[in-house]
């Protein structure tokens, strides 16, 4: 089972709980796949789904895109665009905040989000 898989899997279980519209079948059928394929992603027997399929599970399950996203091996498309702008910049800022711990890095986020440019 991969790491996608058993996100997917444990989220979906535990809002099937209390309740019963996240059995695997309705599940399915509201993100627009066959209950056997995502039978199979939950197992990890099948490579995660597209963009747009695991965008769809995550909000189905109410989990953030991104996250399900990147547990897939995949970045969305509008954040593939962003970096495309500026690899250069883009790479060099991933590669230095690798190691930085949470707090600095949330911290980050809120100056660019709130900074005055």
Known sequence: MTRFG????ATRQRL???DRRYSLRQVARRIGVEPSYLSKVERGQVAPPSEATTVRLARELGQDPDVFLAMAGKVSRDLQDIICKR????AELIRQLKDAPDHAILHIVREVRDGDW
């Not at 058993?6 to 899997?9: F, G, L, R, S």
């Not at 690899?87 to 883009?90: D, E, G, Q, T, V």
Request: glycine share 0%; no cysteine; charged share 25%.
């Open 6 to 9: 058993e996100a997917a899997t």
């Open 16 to 18: 099937r709980e209390t």
């Open 87 to 90: 690899p250069a910049l883009f």
